[in-house]
């Protein structure tokens, strides 16, 4: 089957499913982040530079189900919360999704036009047009999320923010991908492979991990000859839904 005939549409529908359904592999609390340097590549791959409308359906797909499962939580706030039935539940986060969802209906339409005009350079400028939107999106989403803080759980990639913020480690993550999707476009155009972009992704990724080395030995080494102070916390041992469930009294008199 050709992909780039218009049958092979739904299998193109069924790629930016699969990976927007992934992420929740990389968010909280599972935070796989080994996934990252190719978690886009279904994206990219589904992207065709002749199909510019279909690019902004795959897009906005994309999005609505990338949003609905990075915050699927919501459903269990929403019904704990309210007096909402399941199924209105499942309503307020599909509105949500297509909502807040819309950057990436601007973001992904734009990775060909991109490409067309700068050629190589679009590996770097791609991932700064994603950095830009995440900082866009803090001041205008209501729970706005950042992809670099998918490898909270790589501590030596983490440091990293300790210079750029979370944007680094999306512009790194993004970095990763775009590099490898130049090569799905070059092989899908007949072209000879330039690994360039990939030796520089990789490179800037091995940089990074060593300074994070670095830098959590020379913190960790900080805080053993540090001062402590012992402090106490108190947590309820009920559930959200038990203490619903009870008087606001007993609430209380259990804190007392």
């Known amino acids: 089957m050709d992909l ?3 049958t092979a549409f739904p299998l193109r529908i069924a790629a930016v499913v699969v990976a927007a359904a992934s992420l929740s592999l ?25 199909t ?5 359906w795959l897009a906005f797909i994309y999005g609505t189900v990338a949003i609905g499962t990075i915050f699927r939580w919501l459903l269990a706030t929403i019904t704990i919360f309210s007096n909402l039935p399941y199924i209105a539940a499942l309503v307020v986060l599909g509105l949500y999704a297509i909502a807040f969802g819309l950057p990436h209906l601007f973001f992904w339409p734009m990775v060909h036009p991109i490409r ?4 190589i350079a679009w590996v770097i ?8 939107v995440e900082y866009v999106s803090m001041y205008v989403l209501l729970f706005p999320f950042n992809f670099g803080a998918t490898v909270y759980k790589f501590l030596p990639a983490w440091q990293l923010l300790s210079i750029t913020g979370v944007w680094g480690l999306t512009w790194l993550i993004f970095f990763l991908n775009t590099s490898l999707a130049e090569l799905i476009y070059r092989r899908r155009e007949g072209r000879a492979l330039d690994i360039r972009p990939l030796v520089c992704s990789v490179g800037t990724l091995i940089l990074v991990i060593n300074f994070g080395i670095w830098r959590f030995n020379h913190v960790e080494q900080q805080l053993r000859s540090s001062p402590e102070v012992r402090i106490a916390q108190l947590q309820s041992a009920k559930t959200m839904q038990e203490r619903l469930a009870g008087f606001a009294r007993d609430t209380f008199d259990e804190w007392t």
């Open 4 to 6: 780039m005939t218009p």
């Open 26 to 50: 990389i968010a909280a609390p599972n935070g796989v982040y080994w996934i990252t340097p190719f978690v886009f590549l279904p994206v990219f791959w589904a992207l065709r530079s002749d």
């Open 52 to 56: 510019p409308r279909q690019n902004k």
């Open 116 to 119: 067309n005009r700068t050629g």
């Open 125 to 132: 400028l791609v991932p700064c047009l994603q950095v830009l």
